[in-house]
């Protein structure tokens, strides 16, 4: 056992610009403990006042708390409307007869900008319409409305998955579930917001400056997702909803339904509510990919129009004979595509969310709440494809465009593989939570929260990838031209010369086609989350201090199981006797083939050319077929590859591979105190908000490693490398702690009744995903001649730190209708750099070129320091009474650290996620009846660094996402005061995802996933 030890002391990341912040948050907090006697007045959220008693302002300031949650143990005993409305409580409710309540779109959006309008920070909120009737169908589509944050989505299923916010994403946001970190298994800290049901939240709160009572673990943003309870609706509540989906090209109506009933008991002592809820989404999604524009140099016998091409060897080895000639040394950069095809995916995605709560509010001064919140997804994804594979010094007659990009080649032997995957991933999340709050005195409020989760990816004996490839190669393959004929946002590349020997008409003869590989691998993770939170909370007039510690201990386990592991991925490789391989079984029976999918206009709207067509066959009846053939231990088995697989007994069983084995614990220890007060400047309101959070994190990283002791070439399969032989399973734990200050500031100066300023400034941090903190290198089995590859993490990653200034103005001209204008300024270090470096390892060499092995191996290390600025706007108009509106906004920002496509150098480094994004949402609603039009926009943008096939010689190659513009429409008519029908269009436009690499030219994916159409009912009682 191998142990490393790292402390890391944060406090020295106070000096400088950090230091001023932390003072003067301390200072400011201190000259104005003494706050001036100073009260808001205003008429509660969501309602109007329709017989005035006394004059009132044009807009009524709201009164409501700084954030969505309640902080007090009466709040939390009153209805939602009046916790959030305090002068409801005393006199001003509805029911008095000056009153009415509004519901509905209008009356949820009139809550959302009270809540923003009277927080302390920068937050954004999306409330329910009603028990039961969130806004979107979709967590991260609901949050896209908000100013400054963008989506990701899934391309084989077109659903929002993540959100990007200012320009950060992925681990950069956390998300809460009622103020509680959420377990996820998915590798990251983020959630997939795809495993939300959203048809029964409460609210949805994104803070983008920080709370320092709930968290400084996110430079993004914070996500509150708020569930409901029963006091927030006492009595007794019920709501169901029904309805049917279909995606055009599916063609088939799934369904999603969902109840929730509330209760609470006569003397209003004790409550419950219970709902679950039952989505299916079905979709089918055509993909054209590359994977990977793999960068490298080419010879100069290797390009078009070179005299020299018909003797070509291409070479970097100074010691061989070839390269005494100059037409092969390989010394002109560009970039190839590394593997080309084309798939149809089928995906059935079903989840189910239940939650339970009860809540005991024996007295005015005590509630105590516990909860159950679970969640299981299951996507099972069908999948048929073509796909060849190049090779950069196998390329002839390339030509390269200004760039470097190979835009036109031909490689001569190429093999065709026909694959069909059965996918199957099962998220499974449950959290307990106990909550009480005790109100001491009238001033003084104690709290304490606790809960434990757990996340399984792929429980069971689930196998998460079986699949099945066949095909023609060797003695079949093809002279193979590849062209790129324009920009990846409208064109995919055009093979020509394929088929089996270049004869494209028998494409898909099944007598010529025989087996490859059979490839099944599982991820199985879990995610153990313990948390504990306690506060004391002060209120006296308009003066209120918390102070609090929060504990939570994560517990992540890793292991990937697959056919690579024990090399039984290539037990019948070689395509068999018409490719005159030397194994493989060929032809297959008839029976496996179950028809085809047609690659004609495979892709509406994009240029390119594609085959014909690709197999739709079972990989599941594929093995078995193979398995039925018998025990090639205990028999002569014609076909099986007896050169390349040792112990394959006739089944395709997994192993583990041991350097995907990895334990991270990390808990972490916080104390934070807080300050608020309001007062007033020369009589305008000012409300002041200063505090400071203490974050100890300590890290255990335990992995498994090994090293290679060799490299062999397949027999069967001219483009692989196998390793039969490992070094000793050797166990390593690395230890690591680090301590950071996080202070806070918010300030908001209301200059009228209507128009108000606001500063803020922070620091905030997000710690490196749990998966980068492996201590090993892991090298995997399966390796491609001329790209190989290894990984490698980093048990000492420091977390990113973040300095935070925001400054802005909203102006609340009248009800429901306000503009605003932020700016923003976060200057960021110790960004993780997963680098690509050129390494051998363990003194490996290459069967193929008799020199040492050549491995792109990725690695994290800390890197550079980047500014990230922007601006949004926001504007939100509702016409009087008319029942007409919209919504629309804008987010602009850039950076000094922009991606450089001109660098070839392996540590470039650029800032992900930027991209400019607009949104508008047009609405009607009145009378019962509610018609909304969303129009979505983003910039490109730089997704990442990495991709599917990343084995290049320049450092790791980037992915960018396209431009998207995306159209959605839904529309509901309330029948009466119980039943509603409610439909959905989505995607309208027929908005296709797509990416590109280094150059826009250099297409990576495009997605086509159709359309999709929901219709449905909602009763509520």
């Not at 709930?214 to 006091?231: E, M, N, R, W």
């Not at 429980?459 to 990838?465: F, K, Y």
């Not at 003695?475 to 088929?499: E, H, K, M, R, Y």
């Not at 506060?535 to 386990?557: H, M, R």
């Amino acid at each position: 056992m191998v142990t490393k030890t790292r402390v890391t002391n944060g406090f020295r990341g106070l000096s400088g610009r950090t230091s001023a912040l932390a003072c003067a948050s301390s200072v400011l907090a201190l000259v104005w403990s003494i706050p001036a006697l100073a009260q808001d007045t205003g008429t509660p959220q969501n309602s109007t006042t329709v017989q005035p008693t006394a004059p009132q302002p044009a807009v009524p300031s709201p009164a409501v708390p700084s954030t969505a949650n309640t902080t007090t143990a009466a709040q939390a005993g009153q209805p939602q409307d009046i916790a959030t409305a305090p002068d409801a409580a005393q006199g001003n409710a509805a029911g008095e007869g000056d009153e009415i309540i509004i519901t509905g779109l209008r009356g949820s959006l009139q809550r959302n900008l009270d809540l923003k309008r009277t927080s302390s920070g920068v937050v954004d909120v999306i409330s329910a319409e009603d028990i039961g009737k969130f806004p979107d169908s979709n967590v991260a589509a609901a949050l896209q409305r908000l100013p400054g944050v963008s989506i990701q989505r899934s391309g084989s299923r077109g659903e929002p998955t993540g959100i990007t916010v200012r320009g950060f994403g992925g681990d950069f946001n956390t998300t809460l579930y009622d103020g509680r970190r959420i377990s996820t298994a998915t590798g990251g800290r983020q959630i997939d917001f795809s495993t939300v049901g959203v048809d029964f939240i409460g609210q949805l709160s994104v803070l983008k400056t920080p709370d320092v009572s709930l968290s400084s673990s996110s430079i993004g943003a914070t996500v509150d997702i708020q569930f409901p309870k029963p006091y927030d609706h006492p009595g007794f509540r019920l709501a169901a909803t029904g309805s049917g989906s279909i995606q055009e090209r599916a063609g088939r109506i799934v369904p999603t339904a969902g109840l929730l009933i509330s209760d609470t008991n006569a003397d209003e002592t004790f409550g419950v509510l219970a709902d679950v809820i039952y989505t299916r989404r079905d979709t089918d999604t055509n993909r054209v990919y590359v994977s990977g524009w793999p960068g490298g140099n080419f010879a100069p016998c290797q390009l078009a129009g070179n005299a020299g091409a018909g003797a070509c060897s291409p070479t970097s080895d100074t010691t061989s004979a070839a390269y005494a000639n100059p037409n092969n040394r390989q010394n002109i950069p560009g970039w190839f595509p590394q593997q080309y095809g084309a798939e149809q995916q089928r995906v059935k995605d079903e989840r189910v969310d239940a939650r339970v709560a009860f809540q005991y509010h024996p007295t005015d001064d005590l509630m105590i709440t516990l909860d159950n919140n679970f969640s299981r997804q299951e996507i099972v994804q069908n999948n048929y494809a073509f796909g060849v594979w190049f090779n950069q010094g196998d390329l002839r007659n390339v030509t390269l465009d200004g760039n470097g990009t190979a835009v036109d080649f031909t490689q001569a032997g190429t093999p065709t593989d026909f694959t069909a995957a059965r996918n199957t991933e099962i998220l499974q999340t449950n959290q307990t939570g106990l909550n009480v709050k005790y109100d001491v005195t009238d001033n003084l409020t104690l709290e304490a929260d606790g809960s434990y989760a757990k996340s399984w990816r792929n429980p069971g004996n689930v196998i998460g990838s079986q699949n099945g490839d066949i095909g023609y190669g060797s003695a079949l393959g093809n002279n193979l031209q590849f062209t790129v004929d324009g920009n990846s946002s409208g064109a995919f590349p055009t093979i020509s010369n394929f088929g089996p020997a270049g004869n494209s008409a028998a494409w898909a003869d099944t007598s010529l086609i025989g087996t490859h590989v059979a490839v099944n691998q599982t991820q199985r993770n879990t995610d153990e989350l313990m948390q504990f939170r306690g506060n004391a909370t002060w209120k006296q007039d308009d003066l209120t201090i918390k102070a609090g510690g929060q504990f939570y201990q994560d517990t992540f386990n890793f292991r990937n199981t697959s056919t690579f592991t024990n090399n039984f991925w290539q037990a019948y490789a070689g395509y068999g006797a018409p490719s005159a391989g030397t194994s493989g079984v060929a032809p297959l029976p008839g029976s496996l083939y179950q028809g085809s999918v047609s690659l004609n206009n495979f892709i509406p709207g994009f240029d390119g050319s594609l085959p014909p067509s690709v197999f739709v066959f079972s990989p599941v009846a594929y093995q078995n077929y193979l398995t039925s053939l018998g025990n090639p231990q205990a028999q002569n088995v014609p076909g099986f590859n007896y050169g390349n697989v040792t112990g394959f007994t006739g089944t395709f069983d997994e192993a583990v591979d041991p350097g995907s084995i990895l334990r991270v614990r990390e808990r972490t220890w916080s104390l934070y105190f807080s300050v608020n007060f309001k007062t007033e400047i020369g009589s305008m309101p000012f409300t002041f908000n200063a505090g400071v959070r203490n974050e100890n994190t300590n890290l255990v990283s335990t992995g498994q490693g090994r090293l290679p002791t060799s490299l062999v070439t397949s027999t069967a399969d001219r483009t692989l490398l196998s390793i039969p032989t490992y070094t000793e399973v050797q166990g390593v734990t690395s230890n690591s702690s680090y301590s950071y200050l996080l202070p806070s500031m918010d300030a908001k100066l209301e200059l009228t009744d209507n128009l108000i300023l606001r500063f803020d400034a922070s620091r905030t941090l997000t710690r490196p995903s749990l998966a980068l903190l492996n201590p090993v290198l892991n090298v995997g089995n399966g390796q491609r001649i001329g790209a190989l590859s290894a990984s490698g993490g980093n048990p000492d990653l420091k977390p990113y730190l973040a300095d935070n200034f925001d400054i802005g103005a909203e102006w609340y001209y009248k009800r429901n209708s306000y503009l605003s204008v932020g700016f923003f300024l976060k200057n960021v270090s110790n960004f993780v750099v997963g680098g690509v470096t050129r390494q051998t390892i363990n003194g490996l060499v290459d069967p193929t070129t008799g020199q040492l092995a050549s491995f792109a191996v990725t690695q994290q290390v800390n890197g550079p320091d980047a500014t990230v600025r922007g601006v949004e706007l926001a504007w939100q108009q509702v016409f009087g009474d008319t029942g007409f509106g919209f919504q629309a906004n804008a987010t602009f920002v850039n950076t000094n650290r922009p991606y450089d496509d001109k660098n070839i150098s392996q540590t470039g480094f650029a800032v992900t996620g930027l991209a400019n994004s607009a949104n508008f949402v047009g609405f009607y609603d009145k009378g019962g009846f509610q018609f909304r039009t969303a129009l979505n926009w983003r910039d490109k943008y730089l997704l990442q660094f990495g991709q599917n096939q990343n084995t290049g010689s320049f450092g790791a190659e980037p992915t960018f996402v396209n431009q998207s513009f995306q159209i959605d429409l839904t529309t509901s008519y309330d029948i009466n005061k119980h039943f509603s029908v409610f439909g959905e269009a989505l995607n309208i436009n027929n908005n296709q995802q797509s990416t590109h690499g280094r150059y826009d030219n250099q297409l990576l994916d495009v997605f086509d996933y159709g359309r999709r159409y929901t219709a449905g009912i909602r009763y509520r009682f």
